[in-house]
Nanobody
Framework: QVQLVESGGGLVQAGGSLRLSCAAS????????MGWYRQAPGKQRELVAY???????NYPDYVKGRFTISRDNAKNTLYLQMNSLKREDTAVYYC????????????WGSGTQVTVSS
């Protein structure tokens, strides 16, 4: 089992920045993928960014150039630096951990709320 605890969410004005953290603990796997997802009210959960243990990154276009994902493997911690925040970034942000190759093992945190005001 892997436990994930997110922190760093809050209320910020449009154009501002926030940094999210996700602390992972438990039985970790050497090859893994960690990512951030978000879900706004009435919408499906969507990818924000992911990073593998080998350093492969992926950003969808709607956050590219504004968000940066990183990880500290020694601390088993994932980060998301969010700059130039927009109202449409308002959502609950979730941390996800998946061993590679993918399997039925798929772990999620409980989420942290990010609210961007105009």
């Amino acid at each position: 089992q892997v436990q994930l605890v997110e922190s760093g969410g809050g209320l910020v004005q449009a154009g501002g920045s926030l940094r999210l953290s996700c602390a992972a603990s438990g039985r970790m796997f050497n090859n893994n993928q960690m990512g951030w997802y978000r879900q706004a009210p009435g919408k499906q959960r969507e990818l924000v960014a992911y990073i593998t243990s080998g350093g492969i990154l992926n950003y969808p276009d709607y956050v590219k150039g504004r968000f940066t994902i990183s990880r500290d493997n020694a601390k088993n911690t994932l980060y998301l630096q969010m700059n130039s925040l927009k109202r449409e970034d308002t959502a609950v942000y979730y941390c996800r951990y998946r061993p590679i190759p993918y399997s039925s093992k798929d772990y999620w945190g409980s989420g942290t709320q990010v609210t961007v005001s105009s």
